[in-house]
């Protein structure tokens, strides 16, 4: 960008808006690709197929809900919070995030809504993460396991207030500390490769493209869970350090060749089985977790969640220190 340009906004759908109405949204150059745009990438993540940057951040309240924006360092405005923003970038394809399949096939000027989501890094005392499950039933990431979090609506406050009410929302824990800023954000896109996303593009169907921003949230993970059996279909407590080792040789491919003890497990999140009548806790297995969403079971990890897990993970400390109580 220059001095002049217009960086990314993007935010909620206006409450009042007819349906499929594309969020708030000013077009960057060059790319639909945020990274390629705003020309920021300097850093690859080889563990998680993908590369990251820093730009500045920023977000304000609308009259249509939080609205984000990105610019390049060198030309933020006062006020703006520098962060890391990652994305898909497999090794030697420096044009391997499945926006950029978008420039070609329909061009810039014909890009996807982009849309604002927060998803909450719920971790406990120990250092251990909540990770759920999404049902096999939904359109997109079907059984990828994930950090709670969902699109920012009209009506919250901030990134930091949805991050909140999603993981409630999803899992009944509140939040007893969070960041009130983004620890880091990520670009996703669906479907999940350079091939697909063009195929989609090429013959219009359904894509989708979001600004996550990651929040660090401290629970307490002896409170009770209430799965939204809609959203979540299990969870379990893993510890951060162990699942990044797990983790550690990911080289982009689905699934990393590395062998696993099948023998480990994780702890399930104990909830309430209503149509059993008992509590669920029976383990969930280390190849649940392991490797990137697809793995061979068809699970392992969301690529950005991965990503930001292990960006956590490195600045525990000081992003421990951003956590303000909540009310």
């Not at 999603?166 to 939040?175: H, S, V």
């Not at 497990?265 to 383990?283: F, I, M, V």
Request: proline share 7%.
């Amino acid at each position: 960008h220059s001095p002049g340009s217009t960086p990314h906004v993007v935010g909620p759908m206006a409450p009042d808006a007819p349906r499929g109405c594309p969020a708030p949204q000013v077009s960057g150059l060059g790319s639909v690709c945020l990274l390629h745009a705003l020309n920021c990438i300097d850093e690859p993540a080889p563990y998680a197929g993908a590369a990251h940057g820093i730009v500045a951040f920023q977000e304000r309240l609308s009259e249509h809900g939080v609205l984000a924006s990105l610019h390049q360092r060198d030309f933020a405005p006062a006020g703006a919070q520098s962060v890391v923003l990652g994305h898909q970038q497999l090794p030697d394809q420096p044009r391997s995030c499945p926006a950029c399949a978008e420039d070609a096939v329909t061009g810039v000027k014909e890009r996807t809504a982009l849309r604002l989501a927060a998803v909450a890094v719920a971790m406990d005392s120990s250092g251990r993460v909540l990770l759920t499950q999404r049902p096999r039933s939904m359109r997109t990431f079907p059984g990828a396991w994930v950090l709670p979090g969902g699109s920012v609506d009209a009506n919250d406050a901030s990134v930091a207030a949805a991050a909140q009410r999603e993981l409630f929302e999803e899992t009944g824990l509140r939040a007893i500390a969070i960041s009130k800023a983004p620890v880091c954000l990520w670009e996703s896109c669906f479907p999940t490769t350079f091939a697909e996303w063009g195929a989609a593009a090429a013959e219009g169907r359904r894509r989708s493209h979001h600004l996550i921003a990651f929040v660090l949230a401290q629970v307490d993970s002896a409170a009770e869970l209430s799965l939204q059996a809609s959203e979540c279909e299990r969870a379990c407590w893993v510890p951060i350090e162990e699942l990044c080792t797990l983790n550690q040789r990911g080289d982009g491919v689905p699934m990393a060749t590395v062998a696993v003890d099948s023998q480990q497990s994780y702890e399930r999140a104990e909830r309430w089985d209503a149509a059993k009548g008992s509590t669920d806790l029976s383990p969930v297995p280390s190849i649940s977790v392991r490797g990137i969403y697809p793995n061979q079971v068809g699970e392992g990890l969301g690529r950005g969640h991965l990503w930001a897990l292990h960006l956590v993970h490195r600045i525990s400390g000081l992003a421990g220190s951003q956590l303000t109580g909540c009310d």
